[in-house]
Nanobody, 119 residues
Framework: QVQLVESGGGLVQPGGSLRLSCATS????????MRWYRQPPGKQREFVAS??????SNYVDSVKGRFTISRVDAWNMVIQMNSLKPEDTAVYYC??????????????WGQGTQVTVSS
């Protein structure tokens, strides 16, 4: 069974930084694009950033210049979040397009990690 596990969330003051990690486990052949989404309180889940297997990244406009997504290796990724604002408060989810060892292609979600930006 393929799983994604996020870590690194917490409470931070405005202007501060956090680094979220997404680790994969299970019988995996290939991980293609990996993404971060977030769900602010009372709002729908929204796209934050993505990174392809080749390292090409994309960001929502509201985080450009503040967040940096990167692949640690073929299986894991991180997002460095700087200059955090109260509006960045949300549950952050890791998502990945994964080909299992059995050959199936799946979209996998993690369980989420809470990020709270508040003074």
């Amino acid at each position: 069974q393929v799983q994604l596990v996020e870590s690194g969330g917490g409470l931070v003051q405005p202007g501060g930084s956090l680094r979220l990690s997404c680790a994969t486990s299970g019988s995996i052949s290939t991980i293609y694009t990996m993404r971060w989404y977030r769900q602010p309180p009372g709002k729908q889940r929204e796209f934050v950033a993505s990174i392809t297997r080749g390292g090409s990244s994309n960001y929502v406009d509201s985080v450009k210049g503040r967040f940096t997504i990167s692949r640690v290796d073929a299986w894991n990724m991180v997002i460095q979040m700087n200059s955090l604002k109260p509006e960045d408060t949300a549950v952050y989810y890791c998502n990945a397009d994964v080909r299992s060892a059995g050959g199936g292609l799946y979209g996998i979600w993690g369980q989420g990690t809470q990020v709270t930006v508040s003074s």
